[in-house]
T-cell receptor, first 113, second 112 residues
C-alpha cells in the first residue's frame, strides 16, 4: 500500500491556459474521488468514478472541467481556460469497497496568475 | 448552503488536557459521520467515524459523540498531545462510502 499519489504537487499557470492533473489510487481501489479545497474551507466534492465509469458530478464541475479514468486505474482532471477562481488544492481519494473511509492523496496545489 | 459547519475556526489546548471539537449539520439524511485530520502540505487522513445507529465510538484517545436530535457531533481527544496539532475536519454522507460533505475545519493547537 503505497498510498494515493498525485502529480504534480504544485502547478502555477497563467489565466487561460489548460492544466491536467494525475491521480494514481491505491492498487485495487475501485472507487476514485476528486475534491477541491480552497483556503480556509473544507474539501468540496467534484466527481467520482467506479472503475472507469464516472457516476456522479457536482454542480461545481463546470464545462471547463473534465475528468477521466480510462482503464479504471489512474485518473486525470483537466481544467481548460483556467481562471483565477480555479486556484485551489485538488485532492484525489480512493476506496476499495463502499463503507471504507476515503484515503486521500497529498493533493495538487494550483495557482492561476 | 453549508450543510456541515464547524463554528470554531481554532482551538488552543494545553498538553494533557482534553480537546473538544464540535460540528453541526443540517441535512437529516446524513447517516455516516467522519473526522479527518490534516497536517500542512498533506492530504486529510481518516481519524474516526460513527454511524447514525450509534451515539458514541471510541478509538484510543479519540472518541466521537453523535447527538442526532441536535444534529451535532463532537470529537474528544484525551489526553491531548502536541502531535495532535493539526486542522480537523468533520464530514458527513448519506450512505457510508458515498461522497462526503465536509465542514470548514478547526485548527487545533496543543501547547507543550
Amino acid at each position: 500500500d503505497t498510498g494515493v499519489s498525485q502529480n504534480p504537487r504544485h502547478k502555477i499557470t497563467k489565466r487561460g491556459q489548460n492544466v491536467t492533473f494525475r491521480c494514481d489510487p491505491i492498487s485495487e481501489h475501485n472507487r476514485l474521488y476528486w475534491y477541491r479545497q480552497t483556503l480556509g474551507q473544507g474539501p468540496e466534492f467534484l466527481t467520482y468514478f467506479q472503475n472507469e465509469a464516472q457516476l456522479e458530478k457536482s454542480r461545481l464541475l463546470s464545462d471547463r472541467f473534465s475528468a477521466e479514468r480510462p482503464k479504471g486505474s489512474f485518473s486525470t482532471l483537466e481544467i481548460q481556460r483556467t481562471e483565477q477562481g480555479d486556484s485551489a488544492m485538488y485532492l484525489c481519494a480512493s476506496i476499495k469497497t463502499v463503507g471504507e473511509p476515503l484515503h486521500f492523496g497529498n493533493g495538487t496545489r494550483l495557482t492561476v496568475t | 448552503d453549508q450543510q456541515v459547519k464547524q463554528n470554531s475556526p481554532s482551538l488552543s489546548v494545553q498538553e494533557g488536557r482534553i480537546s473538544i471539537l464540535n460540528c453541526d449539520y443540517t441535512n437529516s439524511m446524513f447517516d455516516y459521520f467522519l473526522w479527518y485530520k490534516k497536517y500542512p502540505a498533506e492530504g486529510p487522513t481518516f481519524l474516526i467515524s460513527i454511524s447514525s445507529i450509534k451515539d458514541k465510538n471510541e478509538d484510543g484517545r479519540f472518541t466521537v459523540f453523535l447527538n442526532k436530535s441536535a444534529k451535532h457531533l463532537s470529537l474528544h481527544i484525551v489526553p491531548s498531545q502536541p502531535g495532535d496539532s493539526a486542522v480537523y475536519f468533520c464530514a458527513a454522507s448519506k450512505h457510508a462510502g458515498n461522497m462526503l460533505t465536509f465542514g470548514g475545519g478547526t485548527r487545533l493547537m496543543v501547547k507543550p
